[in-house]
């Protein structure tokens, strides 16, 4: 199974003091080319069944709230996915276990429209985190554009 890393910029780190309180979202695009494959990222083959995307970094104390999955051109047909979050140094904690599924399982990632998560659980990150994408089904083998926002309030390293 390869690792596809996206390269993201540190754009959507919260900045400033709001008296409304800390609640973000953090948008996390995908984008793929005629091959199938991960645009600016370290692997440029195509997207595969079983290759987990790494999506970009949901920081230390980020109690995770929602997720929407916004498929504006769709992957090939018979595609689907788990959004999920796996810990920078892969070591799980026993409060908060990792989980490649957190958000959804089974994600439509070929048809175009706005996916909710389907998790039932909240958490709060004890350290830092990857989005994590999990393509299943099948491979990809053209171009697609998809976007992932993750919604939740940044509560502070424990």
Partial sequence: MAHVTINQFQNRQYGGVSPFGNLTSYAFPLQTGGNGGALDANFAGPLGAGFVVDLGQLPEGMRL??????VS???SPG???????RYEDRVDDRAVPQDAAYFASAIDLTNPGRKRATGAKLVTLPKPARLILTIQGRGNSKASDIKVLVTGELTGNR
């Fill in 65 to 70: 709230e929602d997720a929407s999955v916004l």
């Fill in 79 to 85: 595609i689907t996915g788990m959004l999920g979050f």
């Fill in 73 to 75: 051109v769709g992957m």
